[in-house]
């Protein structure tokens, strides 16, 4: 089934720990996109692309990188995990970048930073 | 400063009574307007958008949507609502430079 994957589904990490958040889709999106979701502030950008090779920040890049090898795979990586960091992460994509593009979201990853 | 203002946090409705989810934005051209639904331990999916036209959108699962320049507003209606309805909802704005912004989301409770 086309789509989105995400893994882990879930993970714990003690602070300080570096962890790659890995995110792979089949439908041949230019776009890939990383939000976290933290209750009462809804989704916020972290990071996206618009093509491989290619990479932007989002509303909140602080913490977190990204890289973009080839089309499929859009990997997001906290070097050294922090307490705040802990929320649940949602990768995404769309046909190509731009505002009116529909995105197509994967099912998440719950982080806890402990 | 774009933003988007989901002002209930929570709704409860009975199941068959109608719905409306407010949703107002903070932009200055017009912009690109989606509403997404998150079912509990899920993704987000599309539930429609709007991009330009006539202002009142239709989208799946019997929502409708409409865009009213004046109010700033996008709010989304269902005449009749089903249990299977309860979930998170969230509208969206997508704005030049690549960005996207979520509001924080309603939660809908179907009751009985």
């Known amino acids: 089934i086309a789509g989105i994957t995400q893994a882990p589904t879930s993970q714990i990490l003690a602070a300080g720990r570096r962890m790659t958040l890995r995110c792979t889709q089949d439908m041949r999106h230019n776009a890939m996109y990383w939000y976290r979701q933290d209750l009462g502030l809804g989704l916020r950008l972290i990071h996206y692309s618009n093509t491989a090779g290619t990479t932007g920040k989002g509303e909140v890049p602080d913490g977190y990188s990204v890289s973009r090898a080839n089309t499929d795979d859009f990997p997001l990586t906290l070097a050294s995990a922090v307490p705040s960091q802990t929320s649940v992460y949602f990768c995404a994509s769309s046909p190509e970048l731009g505002a009116y593009n529909e995105q197509f979201f994967g099912p998440g990853t719950r982080l806890t930073v402990l | 400063a774009q933003s988007v203002t989901q002002p209930d946090i929570h709704i409860t409705v009975s199941e068959g009574a109608s719905l409306e989810l407010r949703c107002n934005y903070s932009?200055?051209?017009?912009?690109?307007l989606f509403w997404y639904v998150q079912s509990p331990g899920q993704g987000l999916q599309l539930l429609l958008k709007y991009f330009s036209g006539d202002t009142l959108v239709q989208g799946i699962k019997g929502f409708e949507a409409e865009f009213k320049r004046s109010q700033s507003s996008f709010n989304l209606r269902k005449p009749s609502v089903h249990w299977s309805d309860a979930a998170e909802y969230f509208c969206a704005v997508g704005a030049t430079g690549n960005q996207f912004y979520f509001g924080t989301g309603t939660s809908l409770t179907v009751i009985p």
């Open positions: 932009y200055g051209a017009t912009p690109y």
